[in-house]
């Protein structure tokens, strides 16, 4: 069974930049798709991207296309989120998601099987 962990988050300007990260653990990680969502209070919890087993087919929301990056890291089971020009609609606590389908990418984060506990991104305007 995969673990998740996710860090990197924390408060930040609006404009700024942060770098989630999510380490796994679990022989088998390489072929999970992987997906970051995100709560903020009071709402449902959104899809934000995700990417394959293979980390070539992504997809992003179209709320952080051109903002937000999902990258995988082929030598260690990790996976980021590179966000930039951070906006205070943004803020949130940010889930890293497995699902043990690969393909397709799925933005539902009821169709993943493993999540981590979550890290608390607040952007200040």
């Known amino acids: 069974q995969v673990q998740l962990e996710e860090s990197g988050g924390g408060l930040v300007q609006a404009g700024g930049s942060l770098r989630l990260s999510c380490a796994a653990s679990g022989r088998t990680f390489s072929t999970y798709s992987m997906g970051w969502f995100r709560q903020a209070p009071g709402k449902e919890r959104e899809f934000v991207a995700a990417a394959d087993s293979t980390g070539y087919r992504k997809d992003h929301s179209d709320a952080v296309k051109g903002r937000f990056t999902i990258s995988r890291d082929r030598t260690k089971p990790t996976i980021y989120l590179q966000m930039n020009n951070l906006k205070a609609e943004d803020t949130g606590v940010y889930y890293c998601?497995?699902?043990?389908?690969?393909?397709?990418?799925?933005?539902?984060?009821?169709?993943?099987?493993?999540w981590g506990q979550g890290t608390q991104v607040t952007v200040s305007s």
């Open positions: 998601e497995a699902r043990r389908r690969s393909c397709p990418l799925a933005t539902m984060w009821t169709a993943y099987d493993v």
